[in-house]
């Protein structure tokens, strides 16, 4: 079942989406102590451009998840660009779907997942972990949505946007009121 402390943002639904997948036919059992590790402080996150590194913390042990997030792509970084234009530009899930519907997926594609972890199984309850935190954390603020998926890294250093359009991205996305961000639907 859906579990509304987790990506209540359709940014950070896409992190969800990589615990919960909808192909999916049986709950996993893992899940549930993957949302208390997240929900508890047990996974702590740094970030260096798109790799994420999270230590979760879990009985005496520690686990070190490390996943490389593949670059966004040029229409969706585009995509974004334009739509953030405008006079009040925010993360919200109708920018979201706008952006979406313009034909640039936002989901964030994987490139890998590893863990530290001897577990034998495809995804380990530390990875869930990662991806329920990460939902929590782009919840919160949606700019580590774009972050994570190297957006700032193509603006500033790719060469592929006019400078000026880049300081203006910047002071666009950094000047967002935190309290507005996002809308929560219903
Ligand atoms: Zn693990």
Known sequence: MADHDYGYTTWGKDWVRFAESLRQTRPDPRLPSARRLARDGKVQITFDGRTVRAAVHRGRGISTVTIEVAPMSAGATGEISRQLSGIQPLLTDDLYRA????????????????????????????????????????????????????????????????????????????????????????
């Open 99 to 186: 952006i979406a519907d313009a034909g640039h997926p936002l989901a964030p594609v994987l490139d890998s997942v590893g863990c530290s972890c001897p577990a034998a199984t495809p995804r380990c309850v530390h990875e869930l972990a990662v991806y329920y935190d990460m939902a929590r954390r782009i919840d919160d603020d949606p700019r580590i949505a774009l972050d994570v998926q190297g957006f700032f890294l193509a603006s500033a250093g790719g060469g592929e946007a006019p400078a000026e359009a880049t300081a203006r991205r910047w002071i666009a996305l950094n000047s967002l009121d935190p309290a507005a961000y996002f809308t929560v639907a219903e």
